[in-house]
Structure formats: C-alpha cells, structure tokens
C-alpha cells in the first residue's frame, strides 16, 4: 500500500504546571526562544496559555502549554513506574545536527546541574560501545521541571532502501535490518 506521507514528526506540546520556570529551563538549556505567548481564552476554543518557542528559524519547536484553572499534582520521574493512569508519554528528544555538539549541549546539562537521569550512552546492539537497544544514537537525558523526560541525541541510524541500518559514519551494518521496508 501506498501512502502519502507528512515530511516529519515535528513540534510537541507540552503541559507545564509554571510557565515561567519552564520558559527559563528551555532557554537555558537548549538555548531556545519565545516567539509568542498568549492567555487563555485570547483566542475562542483555546483556554490555556500557550507559549511558542523555538531553536532556528521556524515559528514553534515547542509549545508550552499551561491551564490556568487548573490543580497540578507533580509529575512522576517514571511514568512506566505507574501501576495505573492515563496513557503516559515517556520522553521525548531533540536532535544535535553531530557529536560535538551532542557533547556541548552535555557541558550545558553539567554546568547547569541538571540531573542526568541516564547516559551519555549509545543506543546499540551492534556498535561495541552500545548498551544493546536500539536506533545507533548516542543519547543522555535529563528531566525538565516538571519531570517531563527530555532526550538529547546524536547519529542515530537511517535506512537504507533495502532495509539495512546505515550507522552515522555511513556504514551499512550488515545484519541490522529494519522489520518493514
Ligand atoms: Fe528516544
């Protein structure tokens, strides 16, 4: 079957119980920008505060969401620690366009004092410095103010056209192959 299909998974939306603190977290952090903010109820059918930000040029890489109305309880570290609830999401990453700067933004983390709550580690069954899961990145991840798990990453694997992983040398790793093509 084919398929049309969307170029990328791109901006998150990301319910945060202070805004502000989440604000200077991202900035100081990831080094990100506020391009807009709003207050619920600015717009019809929009009843929370939404704060866009952005890494480069394109409007939004991250919403900030906040519901004024709204009790916050905190937010466990490990959502997979959850004996019940809703469908959690459990972490999500923003990509470093190579190793350097993977290892810079690292400094960042370090420097800030954020807990690394694991890595810097590398994603592989295949690489001799990998931990034996999956995708060839090297990733570590930190938690943000409200314990929403934040990935970083570089180098992880693509797919060549026959379905073999092709490692961020631009190796083919003969064996590794992904299951659909
Ligand atoms: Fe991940």
Request: a negative charge; glycine letters at 8%; aromatic letters at 8%.
């Amino acid at each position: 079957m084919s398929v049309v299909t969307p170029s990328a998974l791109q901006h998150l939306a990301l319910e945060v119980s202070d805004t502000e603190r989440s604000i200077e977290f991202y900035r100081q952090f990831l080094g990100m920008k506020v391009t807009e903010r709003h207050k619920a109820g600015e717009v019809a059918g929009i009843p929370v505060d939404l704060t866009f930000m952005r890494l480069g040029r394109r409007h939004h890489d991250l919403v900030i969401m906040h519901n004024p109305g709204k009790t916050y309880t905190p937010r466990p570290k490990n959502p997979l620690d959850d004996a019940e609830g809703i469908p959690a999401f459990h972490h999500y990453a923003y990509e470093c366009p190579d190793r350097e700067s993977f290892l810079g933004v690292l400094e960042r983390a370090k420097e800030l004092g954020l807990e690394i709550v694991r890595g810097p580690v590398v994603h592989s069954p295949w690489d001799p410095r990998g931990d034996g899961s999956w995708g060839e990145n090297e990733s570590f991840y930190v938690l943000d103010p409200d314990n929403h798990r934040v990935e970083i990453f570089c180098d992880l694997a693509t797919i060549d056209t026959d379905g073999t992983y092709i490692n961020a040398a631009g190796e083919r790793i003969e064996g590794a192959k992904a299951e659909e093509i």
